[in-house]
């Protein structure tokens, strides 16, 4: 038992890692560890995606999409584009 578990459908190794990493950014959130939380969570949660991303041997892209899609960044960004704050 000393492999880590192997997914074999990349769609769903990457769906997994982004429920992951919205799940630790969340854990995050919650114990009220960084001020301002809601300038720096995406910050964080880009590195975890890359992090888990990386450790299960993805693209850098790959993993950078992992982070972004568990936070939203990707409908922040096109609410932002289109001039809508919230």
Do not use: C, H
């Amino acid at each position: 038992m000393d492999d880590i578990i192997q997914i074999s459908d990349p769609s769903l190794l990457r769906a997994a890692l982004s429920a992951a990493t919205l799940a630790i950014v969340e854990v995050v959130k919650r114990v009220d560890v960084i001020p301002q939380p809601e300038r720096w969570l995406p910050l964080v949660s880009l590195t975890v995606g890359v992090a888990l991303g990386l450790f299960y041997k993805l693209d850098l892209l790959e993993a950078i999409m992992i982070g972004t899609a568990a936070n939203g960044v990707f409908e922040l960004g096109k609410r932002s584009i289109a001039g809508r704050t919230a």
